[in-house]
C-alpha cells in the first residue's frame, strides 16, 4: 500500500505530471483526492456519466465491455501511476466500459466537473491533456473542437481509434465499436449516411469489419495511419 507522501513522490516523477505547467500541477493537486476500492467492486460503470480523470497507484484494474462481453487489463507497467479516464473529455460521451478492482487498488481521482470548469478557464491547459491521450492513440490529439477541421476519412478514423485506443495499450485480442457511439454530430460534424460510407470504405481496406450495430476493428496500426492529418501526425 502506499501513503499521501510515496504517491506525491510518484506524481513529481511520471513523466506526463511532471512536465506539466506547474499552475497546472497546483490546480489538479488541489482537487485530486485519494480513493481506496477493494477487491471485485466497481470504479466506475458503462453508462455512467463521464467522471473524470484517474491515477491507478497500486493494485490492478480490469476493464469489462458490456456490449461485447469482453474484458481486459492494462498491459503490465514499468512505474506507476496508470493514468486514465481522460478520453471523456474528448469523446462526448458516457463511461464506455465497466471498472473494477482486480484487488486492493489505491486510486487518485480528479472529478470531471472541476476538470472541465479548469479548462474553461484555462484552454491553454488543454495541450496537458491531448499530450496524456496522445501517448494512448499514438498521434497527436487535437483540441476537440479542432476535429471537424480534418477531412472527413481522416476525421472518422480518428474518431473509431479513440473510441477503441482512449485506454491505452489493453491485454485484449478483440477491438469493437458500437456504431452509435461513432456518430456523434457534436464531435464529428458528419451525418450518418457519410460516416456510413466511410465506415465502408474502411471495411473493404480490411481495416474493419461492420457486424449490424457494432464495428471491429482488424487492423489499429492501418487505423492509425487512416487518421493521419496535419493535425494528427504521428508522435516520434
Known amino acids: ?16 505530471f511532471s512536465g506539466l505547467p506547474g499552475s497546472l500541477q497546483d490546480s489538479l493537486l488541489t482537487v485530486m483526492r485519494q480513493r481506496r476500492v477493494t477487491p471485485g467492486k466497481r470504479v466506475f460503470e458503462s453508462g455512467a456519466p463521464a467522471c473524470g480523470l ?3 497507484l497500486d493494485g490492478s484494474i480490469r476493464f469489462n465491455d458490456p456490449d461485447s462481453q469482453q474484458q481486459w487489463r492494462p498491459q503490465p507497467m514499468p512505474v506507476r501511476p496508470y493514468w486514465f479516464g481522460e478520453v471523456s473529455l474528448f469523446d462526448d460521451l458516457p463511461r464506455q466500459h465497466d471498472a473494477y478492482a482486480e484487488d486492493q487498488i489505491i486510486l487518485l481521482h480528479i472529478p470531471q466537473a472541476p ?16 499530450h496524456l491521450l496522445g501517448r494512448k492513440l499514438g498521434l497527436t490529439v487535437p483540441h476537440p473542437d479542432e476535429v471537424t477541421l480534418m477531412p472527413t476519412d481522416e476525421r472518422v478514423a480518428f474518431r473509431l481509434l479513440l473510441l477503441t485506443e482512449g485506454y491505452g495499450d489493453m491485454n485484449r485480442s478483440v477491438r469493437v465499436v458500437s456504431i452509435r457511439d461513432v456518430l456523434s454530430r457534436r464531435r464529428l460534424g458528419l451525418a450518418p449516411e457519410v460516416v456510413d460510407r466511410v465506415i465502408a470504405q474502411f471495411a473493404e481496406r480490411g481495416i474493419l469489419r461492420r457486424d449490424h450495430d457494432s464495428i471491429c476493428i482488424l487492423d489499429t496500426d492501418r487505423l492509425r495511419k487512416a487518421a493521419l492529418h496535419r493535425l494528427t501526425p504521428l508522435l516520434a
Open 1 to 16: 500500500m502506499t501513503n499521501g507522501t510515496q504517491w506525491r513522490s510518484w506524481l513529481d516523477n511520471d513523466k506526463w
Open 54 to 56: 484517474y491515477a491507478l
Open 115 to 130: 476538470l472541465e470548469a479548469l479548462l474553461q478557464a484555462h484552454p491553454h491547459h488543454w495541450r496537458g491533456f491531448t
